[in-house]
């Protein structure tokens, strides 16, 4: 749906030159719902810029549903951009605008009839549940409902693609999430492609399905969220994670794992981290039972990649050593990700 090559913007000259995009390359598919995560001054929204060609990128190419948008101009650019709604961090509605006027403005730049134009804005606030509101002006809302209001008014023209622009990043957690399932859910019922830029990790791991990691002007990583979670690969990606998995050891189980006599068998204090189906399984049951190893969980964490299940877990598993290798391998052939913390004698 939107490919980009080599695109390389620069802002200023000599001194003040900033590389702000670097040879950046991304494939973004038609209906999904794409992140791109990066730190401030990473250059997302050069880049955000750049698709709607509100920048215009020094080299590289740019494609919309197939078409090359970099040399469009006039009446054929207009006509691109309406295949374009976008969203933003502050809303940018208009403030002497009714809720209901915001909505109908592109419908009124782009001539649709006032019988039509009516029908969709009250269908559109119908959609972002802000019909009682119809009246208000945007001063009157809190924020949650001025992004739907956003959102409507980036739908009205019936969009391909919807860009947002740190779309949730001036709201509170709760509100965050409302906002979050009301693009998943435009995104489910229209195919609507989202091309999603924040700074937020819990954002890309709550709705994307793909994600692009930008480090200063140049993407570092691109993939599936669940593999960017199971296998981060840059350092970027790593450092954004932190926050939110909650993978680190906590203090007590570091004293525990390192303290003198703390384990009275041979064995190994393992790390195992699952992704998937397998959270299902009875394994750890099994590992006991067909092993005959003790297993004592320390800690386990368990958290959702959009509705996968995803956790880490930390144990010991005492018993003959033989039988504890061959539990851990067995424990990797089940599809889990294993890192041994300590272990083999016992500690004395
Ligand atoms: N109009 C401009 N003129 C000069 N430099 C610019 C301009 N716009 C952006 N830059 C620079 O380009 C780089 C990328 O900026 P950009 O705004 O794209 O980053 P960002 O990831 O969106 O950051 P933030 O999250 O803070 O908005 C930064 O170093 C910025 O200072």
Same mark, same amino acid.
């Given at each position: 749906?939107?490919?980009?090559?080599?695109? %390389?913007?620069?802002?200023?000259?000599?001194?003040?030159?900033?590389?702000?995009?670097?040879?950046?390359?991304?494939?973004?598919?038609?209906?999904?719902?794409?992140?791109?995560?990066?730190?401030?001054?990473?250059?997302? =929204?050069?880049?955000?810029?750049?698709?709607?060609?509100?920048?215009?990128?020094? =080299?590289?190419?740019?494609?919309?549903?197939?078409?090359?948008?970099?040399?469009?101009?006039?009446?054929?650019?207009?006509?691109?951009?309406?295949?374009?709604?976008?969203?933003?961090?502050?809303?940018?509605?208009?403030?002497?605008?009714?809720?209901?006027?915001?909505?109908?403005?592109?419908?009124?730049?782009?001539?649709?009839?006032?019988?039509?134009? &009516?029908?969709?804005?009250?269908?559109?606030?119908?959609?972002?549940?802000?019909?009682?509101?119809?009246?208000?002006?945007?001063?009157?809302?809190?924020?949650?409902?001025?992004?739907?209001?956003?959102?409507?008014?980036?739908?009205?023209?019936?969009?391909?693609?919807?860009?947002? &622009?740190?779309?949730?990043?001036?709201?509170?957690?709760?509100?965050?999430?409302?906002?979050?399932?009301?693009?998943?859910?435009?995104?489910?019922?229209?195919?609507?492609?989202?091309?999603?830029?924040?700074?937020?990790?819990?954002?890309?791991?709550?709705?994307?399905?793909?994600?692009?990691?930008?480090? &200063?002007?140049?993407?570092?990583?691109?993939?599936?969220?669940?593999?960017?979670?199971?296998?981060?690969?840059?350092?970027?990606?790593?450092?954004?994670?932190?926050?939110?998995?909650?993978?680190?050891?906590?203090?007590?189980?570091?004293?525990?794992? %390192?303290?003198?006599?703390?384990?009275?068998?041979?064995?190994?204090?393992?790390?195992?981290?699952?992704?998937?189906?397998?959270?299902?399984?009875?394994?750890?049951?099994?590992?006991?039972?067909?092993?005959?190893?003790?297993?004592?969980?320390?800690?386990?964490?368990? &958290?959702?990649?959009?509705?996968?299940?995803?956790? =880490?877990?930390?144990?010991?598993?005492?018993?003959?050593?033989?039988?504890?290798?061959?539990?851990?391998?067995?424990?990797?052939?089940?599809?889990?990700?294993?890192?041994?913390?300590?272990?083999?004698?016992?500690?004395?």
């Amino acid at each position: 749906m939107i490919e980009l090559e080599k695109v %390389t913007k620069i802002y200023g000259q000599g001194e003040k030159r900033v590389v702000a995009l670097a040879d950046v390359s991304l494939q973004i598919k038609k209906g999904e719902i794409f992140g791109i995560i990066g730190l401030s001054g990473a250059g997302k =929204s050069t880049l955000i810029r750049c698709i709607n060609k509100l920048e215009e990128p020094q =080299s590289g190419t740019i494609r919309l549903a197939g078409q090359e948008i970099t040399n469009l101009k006039g009446k054929e650019l207009r006509e691109a951009r309406r295949k374009i709604g976008m969203i933003f961090q502050h809303f940018n509605l208009l403030s002497s605008r009714t809720v209901y006027r915001n909505v109908a403005f592109p419908l009124e730049i782009s001539g649709v009839k006032p019988k039509e134009r &009516d029908e969709r804005v009250r269908s559109l606030l119908d959609l972002v549940g802000l019909s009682d509101k119809i009246n208000a002006y945007p001063s009157e809302l809190s924020g949650g409902q001025k992004q739907r209001v956003g959102i409507a008014r980036a739908l009205a023209s019936n969009p391909e693609v919807l860009l947002c &622009d740190e779309a949730t990043s001036a709201l509170d957690p709760d509100t965050t999430k409302s906002i979050l399932r009301l693009l998943q859910d435009v995104n489910r019922r229209f195919g609507l492609t989202i091309v999603l830029i924040t700074h937020q990790m819990e954002v890309i791991k709550e709705i994307c399905d793909t994600v692009a990691v930008i480090d &200063d002007g140049r993407i570092v990583e691109q993939g599936s969220v669940v593999e960017l979670f199971a296998r981060p690969r840059s350092a970027a990606a790593r450092r954004f994670m932190k926050g939110v998995l909650h993978t680190e050891i906590p203090p007590e189980i570091q004293e525990r794992m %390192t303290a003198e006599g703390s384990r009275e068998r041979p064995g190994k204090t393992v790390r195992i981290s699952f992704i998937g189906g397998v959270a299902g399984k009875p394994i750890i049951s099994s590992v006991i039972r067909q092993f005959q190893v003790d297993v004592n969980i320390l800690y386990a964490n368990l &958290d959702f990649i959009k509705n996968m299940p995803f956790g =880490s877990l930390i144990v010991e598993i005492t018993g003959d050593e033989a039988k504890v290798e061959r539990a851990l391998e067995y424990l990797t052939a089940q599809g889990l990700k294993l890192e041994v913390l300590a272990g083999v004698g016992p500690d004395s």
